[in-house]
């Protein structure tokens, strides 16, 4: 399994290090032509659309990897039949979109964009379950890859030309969906079925395994987007951006190194004995341990990064550096909370890990709120405490479902 997972983490490695370097330069754009105002509300409507995404979804992309990676007798039909419970789930989801944007202060057109844009980038992935679950990260690292390389293109044209942010984020929702034709006519033709009547059996089977696995992918985005979503109800303005950013880089950071774990779910699925989970475990503690270089060289690095900053997004910006220096402080925490997520979710304790989860998300929402009101750098120590809160949850979780 180790031998297998370094293999493809070279493949991986190289996609990430691509979609790393896409996103940095396109919220860099985003930023320095439309202002620190509007890339705030850019980023934190996208993080609220990625939970409702994600809890619409239902993980269905991972339930489908599992499902073919143990050879289920129903695998030509989880294609079509997933697809089509992704889209109703959105249809749905757009009852309480209005709502709740209303409620959280976000901009409605461009929350429903990034949703259509999640749901279509959840397809994608259906459809590369496929080779993934054959362990073939190769094929659909290639895709991911021009995928990233077009969209970044795109996204740089529509900003010189003038274009407005909605305009934008339109472009890769179309980019998303057509990708998802690819990613589909991808899979040799003898193994799926495009057929949605008389499947009742597999949309519950589907349904089912969904409802569990969303309760550990809703945990990482939570983990992921929390921060930011709570960072929108208390700043607004120019400094929602710079924090928005600060926050997005140690995201871009975290991804990075979590797309080289997130290859182990296959394989784990398959485990189940406590000899071999442990020994991938303490081969994951290197990468827990390895994460504090990165804080620690940026905290060294800060002076020269701050003169990057700004001159890369402009004087609006001047404050990033500060912030970031000290919120990458979070990276260990986060890798080790998706460390726990993935095994959690790979030998089925989703349910307790969710609710271990759900209590460090509604601690989190309260220190937010205290520390707001009664710390000086409140944002700095809202995102540390928060971060701490939910790693504290995922290991405690963890070691009483299965040590």
């Known amino acids: 399994m180790i031998k297998n997972w370094k293999k493809n983490t070279v493949y991986i490695s190289i996609m990430q290090l691509t979609l790393l370097v896409v996103n940095f330069f396109l919220i860099t754009i985003i930023s320095r032509e439309y202002g620190a105002e509007t890339y705030g509300e850019y980023a934190s409507s996208k993080s609220l659309s990625v939970l409702i995404g994600t809890a619409a979804v239902m993980s269905l992309a991972l339930v489908v990897t599992k499902l073919l990676a143990q050879k289920n007798e129903n695998s030509k039909l989880m294609f079509s039949n997933s697809y089509f419970l992704i889209f109703r789930n959105f249809l749905i989801s ?54 990233t390389i077009l969209y970044g293109l795109g996204a740089w044209i529509i900003v010189i030309r003038g274009f407005s942010v909605n305009t934008l984020i339109s472009y890769q929702v179309l980019m998303l969906f057509l990708f998802l034709l690819v990613a589909h006519k991808s899979i040799p033709t003898k193994d799926v079925l495009f057929k949605i009547e008389n499947s009742k059996n597999v949309k519950i089977e589907l349904q089912s395994s969904g409802k569990k ?17 709570l960072l929108g109800l208390f700043y607004t303005g120019p400094i929602l951006g710079v924090l928005a950013w600060s926050r997005r880089i140690l995201e ?16 784990l699925s398959k485990t189940r004995e406590k000899s071999e989970v442990k020994q991938v475990r303490s081969q994951l503690k290197k990468v827990f341990f390895l994460s504090f270089s990165v804080p620690i060289l940026f905290f060294l690095l800060r002076n020269i990064a701050n003169d990057v900053f700004i001159s890369l997004l402009g004087s609006e910006f001047s404050d990033v550096s500060t912030y970031t220096s000290s919120i990458l402080f979070c990276l260990p925490l986060m890798v080790w909370s998706r460390i726990n997520i993935i ?44 971060q701490i809160l939910i790693a504290l949850a995922t290991t405690i979780s963890f070691r009483k479902s299965y040590v």
Do not use: W
């Not at 429903?112 to 994608?124: A, K």
């Not at 929402?365 to 700095?380: E, G, Q, T």
């Open 94 to 147: 757009l009852v309480i979109l209005i709502p709740l944007t209303s409620i959280l202060n976000r901009d409605l057109s461009m929350t429903f964009l990034f949703l259509l844009g999640f749901v279509f980038n959840e397809m994608i992935h259906v459809a590369l379950a496929y080779f993934q679950s054959r362990g073939d990260f190769v094929t659909s690292s290639k895709q991911i890859f021009l995928r």
């Open 213 to 229: 696995m969303v309760l550990t992918t809703f945990s990482s985005a939570l983990i992921s987007e929390l921060d930011i979503v």
């Open 252 to 267: 871009i950071i975290f991804q990075l190194l979590a797309a080289s774990l997130d290859i182990l779910f296959p394989e």
């Open 343 to 386: 095994f959690s979710r790979a030998l089925n304790f989703e349910i307790n890990l969710t609710k271990s989860i759900t209590i460090g998300a509604i601690l989190s929402c309260i220190s937010y709120y205290l520390i707001h009101n009664f710390a000086d750098n409140p944002a700095v120590l809202s995102i540390v405490a928060s």
